[in-house]
C-alpha cells in the first residue's frame, strides 16, 4: 500500500513539475506572446470605479483607431486592456502586469492624473512609454522620460478658465470647491488661482477654497460657506458624478452663481445626474467635432459614427485615438517594437496630424494644443469657442 502511494504521489509531482515548467516558459516568451507577428499595446484605465465613465471613454477612442489600424510592421496590434479600479496603488500594480507579465511595448492611459502618476515609476523603471490621453497634471511627466500626452496642460487650461470667468463673464470674485483628495483637481484650482489673482491684480480675488473627497455626495457644509461669500463665478474643477452633485445641491440651496469647470465634466454622466441644474455649466475641453482640424479629425468623426450612431464623439475619445496612432506612428519610424526605440521616435514627435489637433510634444513630452470651451445646452455639451496656445 505504501509503494502504490509513494508512486501516486511520484507522479502527481511530476506532472505538476512539467505544467508549471510549460507555464513558466510561456509567461517570459517574447513580446508578451508566443505569436511573433503581435504588437502589444497595454491600455490602462479605470474600467470600475469613480472615474470608469471617463475610462470607457478613452478606450471608446482605442479601440476604434486599433480597429482602423489594426497593424504596424506587418504586424496584428494586440490591445490589451487592465482595469485599474480608479484607484492609485491598483493603478500601479496593473501597470506592472502589463510591462512583466504581459510584455507590452507601449501603454496608453490613464484617464485621471493621480492613475497616471501612480503608475510613473513602473514605466520608467520598466523603459516601456506610456502615453496620456486625457491626464493634464502637470507632474505626469515631469521627470519622466517614458511618459507622454497628447492633450493640453493644466497651467494653461486654468490660464484658459481664468481669462473666461473674468473677460467673459465680468467677474471680480470666485469660490473654489476643489476635489481635495484629487491631484488633477488641486492642481487645476491653483493654476486658475494664479492666473485670476494677476487678471485681477487682487491677491483676494478668491473669496473661498471649499474642499471635499472623491465619493462624498452631501456638500451641504461646502456650498453654504460659499454662499455667505456671494461670489461672482464658482471654479469647480473635480470628477463628473461629484462635480453635477454640487451644481445640483447649490441650486437647491439657492445658489445662482455660474458654475465654471475643467475637461472631466464632458462625460454623458455629468449631464444625467446633473439634469437641468447643469444648464449653463461651461468648462474647458481638448475637442469639438464642430470644428474637425484635420484630415485624421474628419476620418475619425466620419468612422465613429459609423461605429457608434448619432452619439456625439467626446474629447476622451479622440484623445484616445490619438494616443494608439501615435505610438503607431512610434513604431513605424523605429522599424520595431521595442520600447526604448519607441521612446525615442515618440520624443521626436512633431506636427502629427491627429483627429483631435496636430500634435508637438515640448522638451517636457507635453502636446502643444489649443483649448476648446463649451456650454451645456439644450441637454448638451455646445461647443462656444477655441482658445490658442499661443
Known amino acids: 500500500?505504501?509503494?502504490?502511494?509513494?508512486?501516486?504521489?511520484?507522479?502527481?509531482?511530476?506532472?505538476?513539475?512539467?505544467?508549471?515548467?510549460?507555464?513558466?516558459?510561456?509567461?517570459?516568451?517574447?513580446?508578451?506572446?508566443?505569436?511573433?507577428?503581435?504588437?502589444?499595446?497595454?491600455?490602462?484605465?479605470?474600467?470600475?470605479?469613480?472615474?470608469?465613465?471617463?475610462?470607457?471613454?478613452?478606450?471608446?477612442?482605442?479601440?476604434?483607431?486599433?480597429?482602423?489600424?489594426?497593424?504596424?510592421?506587418?504586424?496584428?496590434?494586440?490591445?490589451?486592456?487592465?482595469?485599474?479600479?480608479?484607484?492609485?496603488?491598483?493603478?500601479?500594480?496593473?501597470?506592472?502586469?502589463?510591462?512583466?507579465?504581459?510584455?507590452?511595448?507601449?501603454?496608453?492611459?490613464?484617464w485621471g492624473s493621480s492613475l497616471s502618476m501612480a503608475a510613473g515609476d513602473v514605466v520608467k523603471n520598466a523603459q516601456v512609454p506610456a502615453v496620456a490621453a486625457t491626464a493634464t497634471n502637470p507632474l505626469v511627466t515631469q521627470g519622466n522620460d517614458y511618459y507622454f500626452r497628447v492633450c493640453f496642460i493644466d497651467p494653461f487650461q486654468g490660464k484658459v478658465m481664468a481669462n473666461y470667468a473674468y473677460n467673459k463673464l465680468k467677474a471680480k470674485k470666485v469660490a473654489i470647491i476643489q476635489e481635495v483628495s484629487?491631484?488633477?483637481?488641486?492642481?487645476?484650482?491653483?493654476?486658475?488661482?494664479?492666473?485670476?489673482?494677476?487678471?485681477?491684480?487682487?491677491?483676494?480675488?478668491?473669496?473661498?477654497?471649499?474642499?471635499?473627497?472623491?465619493?462624498?455626495?452631501?456638500?451641504?457644509?461646502?456650498?453654504?460657506?460659499?454662499?455667505?461669500?456671494?461670489?461672482?463665478?464658482?471654479f469647480a474643477p473635480g470628477n463628473f458624478t461629484e462635480s453635477a452633485l454640487i451644481i445640483k445641491q447649490a441650486r437647491q440651496l439657492g445658489i445662482k452663481a455660474p458654475f465654471i469647470g475643467g475637461d472631466t465634466w464632458e462625460t454623458p454622466e455629468f449631464i444625467d445626474i446633473g439634469k437641468e441644474a447643469v444648464e449653463g455649466a461651461t468648462f474647458s475641453t481638448f475637442f469639438t467635432s464642430e470644428k474637425p482640424i484635420t484630415k485624421e479629425s474628419e476620418k475619425f468623426l466620419a468612422e465613429y459614427?459609423?461605429?457608434?450612431?448619432?452619439?456625439?464623439?467626446?474629447?476622451?475619445?479622440?484623445?484616445?485615438?490619438?494616443?494608439?496612432?501615435?505610438?503607431?506612428?512610434?513604431?513605424?519610424?523605429?522599424?520595431?517594437?521595442?520600447?526604448?526605440?519607441?521612446?525615442?521616435?515618440?520624443?521626436?514627435?512633431?506636427?502629427?496630424?491627429?483627429?483631435?489637433?496636430v500634435i508637438t510634444l515640448d522638451e517636457n513630452r507635453n502636446a502643444i494644443k489649443d483649448a476648446v470651451i463649451k456650454e451645456v445646452k439644450g441637454g448638451k455639451f455646445t461647443y462656444l469657442n477655441v482658445v490658442g496656445a499661443n
Do not use: H
Open 1 to 110: 500500500m505504501k509503494k502504490k502511494l509513494a508512486t501516486v504521489l511520484s507522479l502527481i509531482l511530476l506532472v505538476s513539475f512539467v505544467f508549471s515548467g510549460c507555464s513558466g516558459n510561456k509567461a517570459s516568451s517574447g513580446n508578451g506572446s508566443n505569436d511573433s507577428n503581435v504588437i502589444k499595446i497595454g491600455v490602462l484605465e479605470p474600467m470600475t470605479g469613480a472615474n470608469a465613465a471617463g475610462g470607457a471613454l478613452e478606450v471608446e477612442g482605442i479601440k476604434l483607431a486599433n480597429k482602423l489600424y489594426p497593424t504596424v510592421l506587418g504586424k496584428k496590434v494586440e490591445l490589451v486592456i487592465v482595469d485599474n479600479k480608479s484607484d492609485k496603488v491598483e493603478s500601479a500594480s496593473a501597470a506592472s502586469r502589463l510591462v512583466e507579465n504581459e510584455k507590452v511595448s507601449a501603454i496608453i492611459g490613464s
Open 182 to 234: 484629487n491631484d488633477y483637481s488641486v492642481g487645476l484650482a491653483k493654476f486658475f488661482t494664479d492666473a485670476f489673482k494677476e487678471l485681477t491684480g487682487d491677491e483676494n480675488a478668491i473669496v473661498a477654497v471649499s474642499n471635499y473627497n472623491t465619493g462624498d455626495q452631501d456638500f451641504t457644509a461646502q456650498l453654504t460657506n460659499i454662499k455667505a461669500k456671494n461670489p461672482d463665478v464658482i
Open 305 to 357: 459614427k459609423k461605429e457608434y450612431g448619432d452619439k456625439e464623439p467626446s474629447a476622451a475619445a479622440a484623445l484616445g485615438y490619438d494616443a494608439y496612432i501615435l505610438i503607431l506612428d512610434a513604431i513605424k519610424k523605429a522599424g520595431s517594437p521595442d520600447p526604448v526605440k519607441i521612446r525615442d521616435e515618440l520624443a521626436k514627435t512633431k506636427d502629427f496630424p491627429g483627429a483631435a489637433g
